[in-house]
């Protein structure tokens, strides 16, 4: 049998994402603007549409895998509960 996925259950893990890039964006010391040219966008509308979860805009693989190395963390720290 199929695991039932509820949509509450999928908007909580991207606002867990995001409040986790957020959290450690800050205790790296970079702004949104910061964050966004370093992973190669020239706004930052990705980012911080993200981080507050406008619009169903999200992070994906790639977006964290290039955020996880310009912070210089592994990509686990974006799905741990704080």
Do not use: P, T
């Not at 893990?13 to 949104?32: D, P």
């Not at 693989?61 to 974006?78: N, Q, R, T």
Request: some cysteine; glycine content about 6%.
């Amino acid at each position: 049998m199929a695991y039932q996925f509820n949509q509450n259950e999928i908007d909580n893990f991207y606002k867990k994402i995001a409040k986790n890039v957020s959290r450690l964006r800050r205790e790296k010391g970079l702004s949104q603007l910061e964050l966004s040219l370093e992973i190669g966008y020239k706004s930052c509308s990705l980012v911080g549409g993200a981080e507050a979860g406008y619009k169903n805009i999200h992070f994906n693989l790639e977006h964290l895998y290039k955020i996880s190395k310009v912070l210089d963390i592994e990509m686990a720290e974006f799905f741990k509960e704080f």
